[in-house]
């Protein structure tokens, strides 16, 4: 039973302080996708992947959060400094896009963050 | 830009009743693709049916059917005999169909999420 997998389930940290979520996506997929749920502005796009490169960031604050994919098998999104805004559920989705054909994204049971 | 209103919040559903949950998007796209996903209190985001927008036929999957109204951009899901397990947020999506770039294909845009909670 293939699913994507996050780590840490959760994390509570202090504000100033480093944040790194991680994520396996499913083998074989070739687009990774970092999301974020709050309760006011519901679930955000913060950064895709395609094939490991980066396609839109548009989404991502910037000056603050970094999203990479070192290999296949693992996308990671970097929260330095954190600050309590950041508090949110951060979902990380994989699926295999194949030219037009319509494709499932399959979420992980995501992040919750806790910036004190 | 696309955008996704879900204008319930909030529905409730006594169990063995029908329900149906609305949606509502603006595009100026042709071809693309919507979907509902269901998160329970367990936050795993689930799919529960998708709809090709060149195709006429409403999809459903077993309890779940959605009403797809192209012209009125309506995407409407309707759960027959409603279950506990039902209980959860749900929410609406819509993703373009690959463009010549290709780089915009596969974003989903969601709704805000509407709670459906089913009573015994």
């Known amino acids: 039973d293939a699913r994507v997998t996050q780590t840490p389930r959760h994390k509570v940290t202090e504000m100033g302080q480093e944040v790194t979520m991680r994520c396996q996506p499913i083998l074989g997929h070739n687009t990774v996708f970092w999301y974020r749920q709050t309760m006011m502005q519901g679930l955000e796009l913060l950064a895709y992947f395609r094939n490991r490169a980066p396609l839109d960031d548009s989404g991502m604050p910037k000056d603050r959060f970094s999203a990479e994919m070192p290999d296949a098998t693992l996308a990671t999104l970097k929260i330095q400094p954190s600050e309590p805004r950041d508090s949110a559920v951060y979902f990380c989705?994989?699926?295999?896009?194949?030219?037009?054909?319509?494709?499932?994204?399959?979420f992980g049971p995501g992040t919750r963050l806790t910036v004190t | 830009a696309q955008t996704v209103t879900q204008s319930q919040p909030e529905m409730s559903v006594q169990e063995a009743e029908t329900v149906t949950l609305s949606c509502t998007y603006d595009t100026s796209e042709s071809n693309y693709y919507l979907f509902w996903y269901k998160q329970p209190p367990s936050r795993q985001m689930i799919l529960v049916i998708r709809q090709e927008a060149y195709k006429q036929q409403n999809a459903t999957e077993n309890r779940f059917s959605v009403n797809f109204q192209k012209a009125a951009k309506s995407f409407s899901l309707k759960i027959s005999d409603s279950q506990l397990g039902d209980t959860a947020m749900y929410f609406c999506?819509?993703?373009?169909?690959?463009?010549?770039?290709?780089?915009?294909?596969?974003?989903?845009?969601f709704g805000q999420g509407t709670i459906l909670t089913v009573h015994p």
């Open positions: 999506a819509f993703m373009k169909q690959a463009n010549a770039g290709g780089t915009s294909y596969g974003k989903l845009t």
């Open positions: 989705a994989s699926g295999l896009v194949r030219d037009t054909v319509p494709y499932e994204q399959y």
